[in-house]
């Protein structure tokens, strides 16, 4: 099995879960500065190719890679560490911290030498303009995924795979979360793999666009390409499941 070097990829994953095929060699990279999305009807598998690539699921074939070194058989933890950042769909914060505390928290969890100047430039990163003593969990969807964003962007990640980061959140504000993304991959060169399932969301910000349909990559390609693919409309507007 031959890998390109990319920052991140995998290639070659299967998945069994419960007796069930949910992933079939699925292969995907992403590069310094670029947002890859991730699309695909619910129930593709795009969350479980994101439980095997940050290491909660254990695959029965197929290779992980981080900056060329094979890291299939490393703990979700080793990975962490070594770079890779994971948001999920509910953007749920920790207990009853304030933000300031949820800071602190993020502070000491990932690098304890990390001081109060490195928060406010994580905050200000993110576009997060909330007061400091303001309970986390009273935040509305945007600005809690604004500090998750922030508290993550301390710990300097290579790669952050986001799980349908814009779920939960009004037009106005995908666009300003597009933008915050885009900023972040740009100046950092970190790699983004996001998962989207509305396609045309996906336009605004993605480089390429991987479509996952039944376990199965079924296209892969700029957004314009993928978009105008009979397999992808077939796998989202037709009762092709049935
Ligand atoms: N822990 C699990 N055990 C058994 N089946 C699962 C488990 N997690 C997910 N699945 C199944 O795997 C398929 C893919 O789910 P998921 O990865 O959540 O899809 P997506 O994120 O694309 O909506 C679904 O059919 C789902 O029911
Ligand atoms: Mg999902």
Same mark, same amino acid.
């Given at each position: 099995m031959s890998l390109k070097n990319s920052l991140f990829e995998c290639e070659g994953v299967s998945l069994s879960l419960g007796g069930r095929r949910i992933l079939t060699n699925v292969s995907i990279d992403v590069n310094p500065g670029e947002i890859v999305g991730l699309v695909g009807p619910n129930g593709a598998g795009k969350t479980s190719l994101f439980e095997v690539l940050c290491g909660r699921y254990i695959s029965e074939a197929g290779l992980v890679k981080l900056d060329g070194s094979d890291i299939t058989k490393e703990s979700f933890f080793k990975r962490a560490r070594i770079g890779l950042a994971r948001t999920y769909q509910s953007p749920v914060t920790p207990g009853s911290l304030t933000v300031g505390e949820t800071f602190r928290a993020a502070r000491k969890a990932f690098r304890p030498y990390l001081s109060v100047h490195d928060a406010e430039w994580a905050a200000r990163l993110a576009n997060?303009?909330?007061?400091?003593?303001?309970? +986390? +969990? +009273? *935040?509305g969807a945007f600005d809690r995924r604004k500090l998750l964003i922030s508290c993550l962007m301390m710990r300097n990640p290579k790669v952050i795979l986001m799980d349908e980061? +814009?779920?939960? *959140?009004?037009n106005a504000e995908i666009d300003e979360l597009d933008l915050i993304i885009r900023r972040i991959v740009d100046e950092y060169a970190i790699g983004v793999i996001m998962i989207e399932h509305r396609l045309e969301l996906l336009s605004a910000v993605a480089d390429r666009v991987v479509v996952l349909d039944l376990g199965e990559v079924i296209a892969k390609g700029s957004p314009e390409t993928v978009f105008v693919d009979p397999k992808v409309h077939a796998a989202y507007f037709e009762d092709a499941h049935a």
């Open positions: 997060l303009k909330v007061h400091w003593d303001t309970p +986390a +969990a +009273a *935040l980061p +814009a779920s939960g *959140l009004i």
